[in-house]
Each structure stands twice: as structure tokens, then as C-alpha cells.
């Protein structure tokens, strides 16, 4: 898991670059005229059309044959906007038991479970805006599963083959409903500003579940660590949760699926949040008022 794939302006063109853990980078535009053929300028689509794969095999070729790494200086990723669309955002609910115990809910056994909207979906750095009709909103980091191929049926041990790659979120979310009654989650989560994932997407070489065992994910606020533990600390592990959501339903390529949160901070206008997740990324916001 070590090349990251992120939009950023290359020789004042919008590009997408891909980048080695040693700083190595390469273009997708460049990587277009090795391959001698014409590729989208966008993350979501290259996923859509299946081309990622091809994508890194030429990145490699081209650092195995010597070619110099772009010059992009320095990297920012606020206001970068990963995805230009996701086909579906489902997220694990009650993942992790300390979690489930800032609710006062028993963790089921089965994943507890939502569908959002992509009009939630904000650039790294934008925003997040605290609706009149929420007085407790809480913001949480998780680790976030990009599938790279329609998955149906999956099963666990074969889960893997689809997923891409892995993202960070944080999940927002309108708490006093969710607390009157849990059949409110699609509600106190469909509001405007109420997920931001990115702002890079870290692609798989081989890892499975155990691979991502030491991962952290760590929701901060304000400077300070609210919550933090590792992904082997999840019930349900990522082929887990790939098996039962693919489960007589399709998931299309750049399906986005949110793991589950270490636990989350209640968030108010002034605020800064923050999620880390080890390894794959960084995401930062204000919150104001709607």
C-alpha cells in the first residue's frame, strides 16, 4: 500500500499525480502519452472505466526504467475534491465497541449500516456546515474502502480482488435524531457538508484484512485527540464488510464504503475536526453555522 493517487495541478494544467512512499511522482497526463492512449483527467472516472490498474503498472515501468519524477513542489491537498462522483457511499455503524458505548447501543451482529448521498461530499478543507435542524452533530474519522470492479456476491476470502484502494473520511452526523430513534441514520446523515473523503486514494498491493491490522484512525478536534485505535480493533474487518454489503446487491466501481469510527466528536461552529488515518491520509475542516 504504497502509491497514492491524488488531483493536483502539473505545469498549470489540472492533473492527477500518483506518488511512490519515497516522493517518486508521475502525471496521469504523462503516463497518458506512455501508453499512447487518451485517459480521463478524473479520479472517478479512471475508476469507473477500470484503468487505475493499468495506471500503476506504468508508473512502475516508468520509474523502473529510470524516468526522472516530476517536479510539482509543494503538495497541498485543501480544497481538493477526490472524487468527482461516487456511485454509492454505505458506511459501517457501531464498528468499534467504545464507539458503541458513547451511543449506549449493543453492538449488533450483524453491521449496522447506512446510504448517503454524494451532495454530502465536500472538498478537504471546505466547510462543514451545522444544520438548524440538528442541535447535536458529531464529526468522525474512519478508514474508507474504494471498490475498483462491480462487486455482487462477494464472499470474504475473495474480497480483496475487488477493492482498490483505501481513503479517508469523516462521517458527520445529525446525534439527537439518532439517539430519539435509530431508524433515523439515513436522515441525520443525508445533510449538506456531512462527509468529506480523500484527499488521497492509497492504492492495494496485496494487502488483505490482517495487512491493515496496525492501521490508526484518529479523530481529532480542536488540536486534540478525541479518539483513536486501530483497524484490528474493528467486529467486522474490511472483506467482512465488503461480503455482506455486496450481498445480493451491486456495488459499483468507486463504490466508497466507510469502516466505522474509533469515536466521534461533538462539533459546533468554531470548531476545527480533523481525521488521520495512518498511511493513507489527512483531512481537515471549520464547522460553521448553516
Not at 493536483?8 to 516522493?23: A, F, P, R, S
Not at 492501521?215 to 481529532?220: A, L, N
Not at 459546533?268 to 471549520?286: I, Q, S, Y
Request: aromatic share 6%; glycine share 8%; proline share 5%.
Amino acid at each position: 500500500m504504497n502509491i497514492k493517487v491524488y488531483p493536483h495541478v502539473v505545469g498549470q494544467q489540472q492533473d492527477i499525480v500518483l506518488e511512490d512512499h519515497d516522493g517518486y511522482r508521475a502525471s496521469v497526463r504523462q503516463l497518458s502519452d506512455v501508453l499512447n492512449e487518451t485517459l480521463p483527467i478524473d479520479v472517478a472516472q479512471l475508476i469507473s472505466a477500470q484503468k487505475m490498474q493499468r495506471l500503476s503498472e506504468a508508473f512502475r515501468e516508468q520509474r523502473a526504467a529510470g524516468r526522472e519524477s516530476i517536479d510539482i513542489g509543494t503538495v497541498s491537498l485543501r480544497d481538493s475534491l477526490l472524487l468527482s462522483s461516487i456511485p454509492q457511499i454505505w458506511g459501517v455503524g457501531l464498528n468499534f465497541v467504545a464507539h458503541a458505548q458513547d451511543l449506549e447501543a449493543t453492538q449488533p451482529a450483524f453491521p449496522g449500516s447506512y446510504l448517503r448521498p454524494y451532495s454530502c461530499v465536500i472538498a478537504n478543507g471546505d466547510a462543514i456546515k451545522i444544520p438548524a435542524q440538528s442541535q447535536r452533530v458529531t464529526a468522525e474519522a474512519e478508514l474508507g474502502i474504494v471498490l475498483g470492479k462491480d462487486a455482487k456476491n462477494v464472499p470474504a476470502e475473495y474480497a480483496f480482488d475487488y477493492i482498490l484502494g483505501f481513503t479517508t473520511v469523516i462521517d458527520m452526523t445529525a446525534e439527537d435524531a439518532i439517539r430519539e430513534n435509530l431508524r433515523y441514520i439515513p436522515w441525520s446523515k443525508g445533510f449538506d457538508t456531512f462527509a468529506s473523503i480523500g484527499p488521497s486514494l492509497v492504492l492495494r498491493e496485496g494487502e488483505q484484512s490482517k495487512d491493515l491490522a496496525d492501521i490508526r484512525i484518529t479523530t481529532y478536534l480542536n488540536d486534540e485527540v478525541v479518539a483513536r485505535n486501530t483497524a484490528s480493533n474493528m467486529k467486522h474487518d474490511p472483506a467482512k464488510i465488503v461480503e455482506y454489503f455486496s450481498a445480493g446487491r451491486t456495488l459499483p466501481a468507486g463504490t466508497v464504503i466507510a469502516t466505522g469510527t474509533p469515536g466521534a466528536a461533538v462539533i459546533k461552529p468554531g470548531d476545527t475536526v480533523r481525521a488521520e488515518v495512518a498511511g493513507v491520509g489527512v483531512l481537515e475542516h471549520p464547522v460553521e453555522a448553516a
